[in-house]
């Protein structure tokens, strides 16, 4: 019973971790976007399923105009950021440091809603945020 309540209390920590949301940090959630085959109908992917989670997280700090992407592993990857009349508005490349985490500056664009993609090999992820 003790394992049980130890295994519970540890499991509850991490969840509590996951919701914990710094000032001035806003999640931007992102989804993998299907590929296209056959005609624009989406097929079958050998990679990660529509309803897993990302292998990134990104989070919109206001306070430095910049996103902030963490990962698990030494990456690298592509992104495009897009406006509202889907137009790119910035693009490029990083690499993610030892400790997993590397930063978009965000400080040329305008307030608005912009779409972001991430392309890390095969897998493209896209989410959305917004500057005030």
């Known amino acids: 019973m003790k394992k049980l309540l130890s295994i519970l209390a540890i499991l509850l920590v991490f969840v509590m971790q996951s919701f914990t949301l710094v000032p001035g940090m806003t999640p931007v959630l992102l989804h993998l976007k299907e590929p296209k085959i056959n005609a624009g109908m989406p097929g079958s992917s050998r990679s990660l399923g529509s309803g897993m989670e990302a292998t990134i997280e990104v989070y919109l700090n206001e306070t430095s105009d910049s996103l902030l992407l963490y990962s698990p592993s030494e990456l ?32 040329t664009l305008d307030e ?21």
């Open 112 to 132: 608005g809603t912009y779409s972001l993609t991430l392309e890390i090999d095969t897998l493209i992820y896209v989410g959305e945020f917004e500057i005030y």
């Open 76 to 107: 690298t990857c592509s992104y495009n950021i897009y406006d509202v009349d889907e137009l790119e508005v910035c693009n490029g490349n990083v690499t993610f440091s030892e400790q997993g985490e590397t930063s978009i500056y965000l400080g």
